[in-house]
């Protein structure tokens, strides 16, 4: 499968816990995006990877939140102290680097998080 | 802000009828301006975009509008099936990064 690929598929954790999400783009992808989806909502953009560089962190990204792409390969989402507010679907994207005419970005299944 | 509208509430249509869907934008002049598909639990699929100087752009049963002037976008699918029940979002490509802005997503169910 040459899609993009996360997982866990599905999460649930205990309030105050901390999470991790894994995210391996399509390989000739430089660029990966993490976006957060609650119900009834369009995807919301959270950061963006070109390679390994994070050029890119929304306001909605709080610091009980990291994400790293170490080797511009995988990248991991961490999320620290949940809370029941990041209950959401945490989507990863991957695109080719290009001119905004040519980003078709490239969505994998998503990790659905339940903070209880 | 940017901010982008599509209608919240369902779309209930006939099999065989052509099902449109509308996106309105404002505080953006986008150059590009994109469509996706999402089923229940899974991410969003690319369908079409469309740039500021195209009016129209089609693929097989899918057709898009972009009218600048009145910032709006429009979605059709011509002999809608039952398949084609989804969630349809619109999204434009903001800042540098070529990171995605989206409407909040119509659905769309094709009836028998």
């Known amino acids: 499968d040459t899609g993009v690929s996360q997982d866990p598929r599905h999460k649930i954790t205990k309030r105050g816990q901390n999470v991790t999400f894994r995210c391996d783009p399509i390989s000739e992808h430089n660029r990966l995006y993490w976006y957060r989806q609650t119900l009834g909502q369009g995807p919301e953009f959270l950061t963006y990877?070109?390679?390994?560089?994070?050029?890119?962190k929304s306001r909605l990204l709080s610091d009980r939140f990291s994400a790293e792409r170490p080797k511009g390969s995988f990248s991991t989402l961490e999320i620290q102290r949940t809370e029941q507010g990041d209950s959401a679907m945490y989507l990863c994207?991957?695109?080719?680097?290009?001119?905004?005419?040519?980003?078709?970005?490239?969505f994998g299944q998503g990790t659905r998080l339940t903070v209880v | 802000s940017q901010k982008i509208e599509q209608n919240s509430e369902a779309l209930n249509i006939q099999e065989g009828k052509t099902a449109t869907l509308t996106c309105n934008y404002t505080?953006?002049?986008?150059?590009?301006l994109q469509w996706y598909r999402q089923d229940p639990g899974r991410g969003p699929v690319f369908l079409l975009l469309i740039r500021e100087n195209e009016k129209e752009k089609r693929k097989e049963r899918l057709k898009v509008t972009f009218d600048t002037t009145l910032k709006q976008s429009l979605f059709h699918i011509t002999a809608s099936q039952p398949a084609d029940s989804a969630t349809y979002l619109c999204?434009?490509?903001?800042?540098?990064?070529?990171?995605?802005?989206f409407g909040t997503g119509t659905q769309l169910k094709v009836e028998l």
């Open positions: 994207a991957s695109s080719l680097e290009g001119g905004p005419g040519n980003t078709e970005a490239f």
């Open positions: 505080n953006y002049s986008p150059a590009y």
């Open positions: 990877f070109q390679n390994e560089a994070q050029l890119e």
């Open positions: 999204a434009f490509v903001t800042g540098g990064g070529n990171k995605l802005t």
